[in-house]
């Protein structure tokens, strides 16, 4: 997704966001200055996978998002024609974002005296840097003890998770929490398309325990699994995951959203 900002001829600033067909998605409000819009964008790029911070509103024939930093709005989505329309835009967009998508974020100053533009990108926080170990709970069983996929709520967490488990039931991947349990199945379905592909798959050795992750397209961590003696214990749970979670698309069929 990339972030377009803009400056006016009156000095103030505004940003378009756009998908990863060109489709614009959002539009902010004005900003006094560069800093304090690209502080926006920050905050913007944690605030879009929380559903609550979305508030839907109609105005005569229209109805569209807002999306709301410290209980103001700060951009709004494009009008839609009814109000549940403006709903399932909202949805999808949290649901998008909740993968963490790589943001590019490109500045066009405007300059009054030579009535020239000068672009230059800002860099957002790199997915690199994110303690991903500290997403999961390893001491968590799975309830039902189930081979396979295992969704579930913890009511200790207000979140949902699922974990794939090995061929006693024992939890095997571990999954980040989530707060809507639509998040949590499509995340099952990106585990599901990546299990399919080796290159997915990175065996890590940390303090002397091995562990293995699973990767989407981008390189990004979706599920990590627990940690083991020596390298061809991973290497084999490894390939039980690789041999077993694809059976599991029948069960998880994509959304088309």
Do not use: W
């Not at 993968?99 to 100053?109: G, L, M, N």
């Not at 030579?114 to 860099?123: G, H, K, N, S």
């Amino acid at each position: 997704m990339k972030f377009l900002v803009n400056q006016q001829e009156d000095g103030k600033f505004s940003f378009n966001l756009s998908d990863n067909d060109a489709n614009l998605v959002l539009s902010s409000i004005l900003f006094n200055d560069r800093d304090a819009c690209i502080e926006a964008i920050r905050g913007l790029t944690q605030a879009l996978p929380v559903r609550t911070n979305y508030q839907v509103s109609t105005v005569g024939a229209d109805s569209r998002f807002d999306i709301l930093l410290n209980g103001a709005v700060v951009a709004s989505s494009p009008n839609f024609a009814s109000a549940t329309e403006a709903s399932t835009a909202a949805d999808s967009l949290s649901e998008d974002t909740s993968d963490e998508p790589q943001y590019s974020v490109e500045v066009h100053t405007f300059s009054t005296s030579t009535a020239t533009t000068t672009r230059e990108q800002v860099a957002l926080p790199v997915l690199g840097d994110i303690d991903f170990a500290s997403m999961y709970d390893f001491t968590y069983a799975s309830p039902q003890g189930l081979v396979g996929f295992e969704s579930f709520n913890r009511s200790d967490k207000n979140a949902s998770y699922f974990h794939f488990n090995d061929a006693n039931g024992q939890a095997l991947l571990y999954s980040r929490s989530f707060d809507a349990n639509s998040k949590r199945e499509k995340r099952i379905r990106q585990v599901i398309g990546a299990s399919a592909k080796s290159q997915r798959f990175e065996v890590r050795e940390e303090d002397g325990r091995f562990y293995f992750i699973l990767k989407e397209r981008n390189n990004l961590e979706i599920a990590r699994s627990r940690s083991f003696g020596n390298r061809a214990e991973a290497e084999a749970q490894m390939a039980f995951v690789q041999a077993n979670a694809p059976s599991y698309a029948i069960d998880y069929p994509y959304s088309g959203r």
